[in-house]
């Protein structure tokens, strides 16, 4: 059970307590929940029968004692309890089981994984200045929002040509100006010059100015956000020329809106100071482990595992893999990227981190090694002698390969988790920063878990199961990175 799923629980409890009548207060339109805090016991803890005791009437301990009655015989819970003034905590049953689901949730929504259908059915209009961090800033927020299914246009103040081809550069791009503007046919200058020549990115169920949604019809009028961050005081070719689009997005976005943003050469700095640098390092070591491990003939999920589940195929001894080995990987051959089936492309022709429109960004080229000396020594190119592997078709669940006996994994596997719910909230409150932290607290945790439990055999060490768990882990970890870049408008390399 997820976070997501365990919100999702307790809102049907609360469902059922009103319509049995035993609460007489309204629904809440989402519960939330969070991980224990220190000193708690637990996994998860939620507030919500301190937030219904006022309307229902009770004290809030009796209504978390009505909740936890609906709550406790839930699959996937272990145990409920009522602690302090009310709050509810949550110990979830089986964790390898746990670990199992959110591995396998990774491997099959891939660079999609965290993203829902929350805010579905809400119109917005978000709005920003004639600058380049407010430009910036609100092209993420849109890709946060639409990945949540919301229906999202931009529009700025008047803007000339200059700034609007800085800001394309840069990944953004308004679909309309003028103080009221609402798409390219918003009257105002150049209301069919540069604005109308910026792609919908509206996602599943958009609206536009041919398309049926609020506003189609003149009624419904989409909510109205101002996006007004600090600015960045610099133009965008000021940043395109010192820092590169990459480099300069991360800069502009990282820091909260109310915080100035720091865009000095420190970005730039390939090494393990820079938060930009730690986050893709980190996503081109989880490609390198899988190029690698094909290398050695075993992959994370062979052809014919077993699908998730307490009654999944064990092995009798975790120290004996009785899978055969996959055939090695030809030098010149890379693996499919991670969360996607698609067949290996060859070295001599790289491309960009295939990525679901329309988050497409263009690659970079590749930098300078970084410090990693004592991973780089792992990264070397499969001999010339390898036999290509064959294609494995569809991805197929995780299953037994949870490393969740190795305490150094707990930490990513909460983290990974989490993730969905930190998407989510980054949209609600138009928050792009939380997501760059969530991308360095994954990459922290991957540099961890990697240290302590290698996922290639070393030396004479025979590829096994407990190498097959952590490179699902480790791959996992790689697609969850190149998805939050992906949403805030950052390449991520393969090799770096």
């Excluded at 595992?305 to 004996?320: E, I, K, L, T, W």
């Excluded at 064959?390 to 669940?397: I, K, Q, R």
């Amino acid at each position: 059970m997820t976070p997501a799923d365990l919100s999702r629980t307790v809102l049907h409890a609360v469902r059922r307590a009103v319509d049995e009548d035993v609460l007489r207060a309204p629904v809440p339109a989402r519960v939330r929940v969070e991980r224990t805090r220190p000193g708690g016991s637990g996994d998860y803890a939620c507030a919500v029968a301190l937030q219904l005791a006022g309307e229902a009437g009770l004290p809030a301990l009796e209504v978390a004692r009505i909740l936890r009655e609906r709550v406790a015989a839930e699959p996937g819970i272990g145990r409920v309890e009522v602690t302090g003034p009310g709050f509810l905590s949550f110990t979830l049953d089986a964790p390898a089981d746990r670990d199992r689901a959110v591995l396998d949730a990774v491997r099959e929504r891939g660079l999609a994984y965290g993203h829902g259908d929350a805010l579905r059915g809400e119109a917005l209009q978000l709005h920003h200045a004639r600058e380049v961090r407010a430009a910036v800033t609100a092209d993420a927020v849109r890709r946060l929002l639409t990945a949540q299914g919301a229906r999202v246009r931009v529009g700025c103040e008047e803007a000339g040509v200059v700034e609007e081809e800085e800001w394309g550069r840069l990944g953004a791009g308004p679909d309309g100006y003028g103080p009221d503007a609402d798409g390219p046919d918003a009257d105002g200058p150049d209301a069919d010059g540069p604005g109308a020549d910026v792609p919908d990115v509206y996602g599943a169920g958009a609206y536009g100015p041919d398309a049926d949604g609020p506003g189609a019809d003149g009624a419904g009028a989409p909510e109205r956000i101002v996006i007004r961050p600090v600015p960045a005081g610099a133009t965008g070719a000021e940043l395109l020329a010192r820092l590169g689009r990459d480099a300069a997005r991360w800069g502009l976005l990282r820091p909260a809106a109310h915080d100035r943003a720091p865009l000095g050469p420190d970005l730039l700095v390939q090494g393990e100071a820079n938060p930009l640098f730690r986050v893709r390092y980190a996503y081109a070591r989880t490609r390198a482990l899988t190029r690698n491990a094909a290398a050695l003939g075993f992959a994370a999920a062979p052809e014919g595992a077993p699908p998730a589940g307490p009654s999944a195929g064990r092995d009798p001894d975790p120290r004996v893999d009785p899978t055969p080995y996959a055939r090695p990987t030809a030098a010149g051959l890379e693996p499919a990227a991670h969360g996607s089936p698609v067949p290996a492309t060859p070295y001599a022709e790289p491309g960009p981190y295939a990525e679901p429109a329309p988050y497409a960004v263009p690659a970079t080229p590749d930098a300078e090694p970084g410090p990693y000396a004592e991973l780089a020594a792992l990264c070397s190119e499969p001999g010339p002698d390898a036999e290509p592997a064959p294609y494995a078709g569809l991805p197929v669940p995780y299953s037994e390969l949870v490393p969740y006996a190795e305490p150094p994994a707990r930490p990513l596997l909460d983290l990974l988790a989490d993730h969905p719910g930190v998407l989510l909230a980054a949209a609600r409150h138009r928050a792009p920063d939380r997501v760059a932290r969530q991308l360095e607290a994954v990459a922290h945790a991957f540099f961890d878990f990697h240290d302590a439990c290698p996922p290639l055999p070393l030396g004479d060490e025979k590829p096994s199961a407990a190498h097959r768990s952590r490179l699902a882990l480790a791959e996992a970890a790689g697609t969850v990175l190149a998805g939050g870049l992906s949403l805030l408008g950052i390449s991520a390399p393969a090799h770096l």
